[in-house]
């Protein structure tokens, strides 16, 4: 008979009726028992950041009996960190993160491995420190984390679950899982820094990276069980002030995605910038287009362009992608050209958008100044 004590290499008088009594309601669920309950004990899992993600992920996954635990991040708790990562306290300001998680698992379960690790994860040192894990958490807030994670997860074959969040929203997925897409499918470059305000800038409520956070520990654990369905090719889009959720769909067949490349080449009319004066034209004309609008929701208020079809504001727009049509041509403006400017570099950076989208020039002032007087400018 298995010993649940063998799962630790500390053990003690009884502990295998404490743990049977500890997981029994894992156990008794048929698609866990006690063989599952034996996997999680047996399994590694590798957290990159414990913040506001890695907080409920390392608490719940530390719960649920993950027999070894790496925890990497160089950061020390600050004080402003309190507001969401919620594995930290008062006391812990000022120290290191990854000893502050530890402290806190230990706390919780004084038989699991916690492995802390002072380390900021980078292209150079990621296979070194993800090599061994069976799933990786992404709880980062950078670009360059993330591309690290993927490369080598996809470099030493290991499923890893990202999660973002940003104001009021959040963002979740699972790559490189059973040949499934990887994070560049999704992101083939890193994105223009104006599409990637940090929560610092932004701000983030923290209840939100609990919601997330707990996702990805419930994510972990069906793929260490191999039960269930994942998010494999699926990106599940969270928007808390309305509590509604989208689901994109990732990976498109490559020769889908030529098909749609060559329509959409063929059926073009517009170049990458628009004047105002040929917008005016083309909307007369009754072209067929798609006005976005990347301001903030003040300015909206405050002027708009008649037939505008959406507003997303221009750092929302990796996470609310799906919203953009497929087949139609895309005009983006703002105040003035800048920020839409980013937004169709980045567009135009992806296969379903390169060949037709455009920035309006000289945004809704210029459209105000040539085209419509009536425009409030501001």
């Known amino acids: 008979m298995f010993h649940l004590y063998d799962w630790y290499p500390q053990g003690c008088e009884n502990v295998e009726e404490e743990r049977l009594e500890r997981y029994s309601r894992h156990i008794v669920l048929d698609e866990v028992g006690l063989g599952g ?27 649920a009996g993950i027999g070894r635990i790496k925890i990497i991040d160089d950061d020390v708790v600050d004080e402003s960190n309190l507001q969401r990562q919620v594995i930290h306290s008062e006391s812990e300001v000022g120290r290191s993160k990854v000893k502050s998680a530890q402290r806190r698992l ?6 699991i491995l916690i492995q802390p690790i002072e380390e900021r994860i980078s292209p150079e040192n990621a296979e070194r420190l993800l090599k061994g894990s069976d799933v990786v958490i992404d709880g980062t807030d950078s670009f360059e984390a993330r591309y690290s994670i993927n490369d080598a997860c996809k470099n030493l074959g290991i499923p890893w679950v990202f999660a973002s969040v940003l104001r009021f929203e959040g963002q979740i997925s699972v790559f490189n899982y059973e040949n499934g897409p990887n994070y560049r499918d999704l992101f083939p470059d890193f994105p223009p820094p104006e599409l990637a305000p940090s929560c610092a800038d932004a701000g983030v409520l923290g209840a939100i990276t609990g919601i997330l956070g707990s996702i990805q520990a419930a994510e972990a654990i069906k793929i260490l069980l191999k039960i269930g369905e994942t998010l494999s090719g699926r990106l599940l889009i969270l928007d808390a002030m309305t509590m509604k959720t989208r689901i994109l769909k990732i990976g498109v067949p490559k020769e889908q995605e030529a098909k749609e490349v060559a329509h959409i080449g063929s059926s073009n009319p517009i170049s990458r910038s628009t004047h105002p004066t040929k917008l005016k034209s083309m909307i007369d004309d009754g072209t067929e287009l798609f006005l976005l609008d990347v301001r903030r929701s003040d300015e909206e208020a405050i002027a708009t362009i008649e037939g505008t079809n959406l507003r997303i504001e221009h750092f929302n727009i990796p996470s609310r992608i799906d919203e953009l049509p497929l087949h139609v041509p895309i005009i983006v403006y703002c105040h003035s050209g800048v920020r839409s400017a980013t937004v169709v570099r980045y567009l135009g950076g992806l296969p379903a958008f390169e060949s037709r989208v455009s920035n309006l020039v000289g945004g809704i002032d210029l459209w105000s100044r040539d085209v419509d007087q009536n425009v409030p400018r501001y």
Do not use: C, H, W
């Not at 004990?41 to 608490?59: D, K, M, R, Y």
């Open 106 to 111: 230990e706390a919780l379960d004084s038989k």
């Open 37 to 63: 309950q034996i996997r999680l004990a047996n399994s590694v899992v590798t957290i990159v950041g414990a913040g506001g993600l890695g907080s409920p992920a390392l608490l719940y996954l530390a719960a």
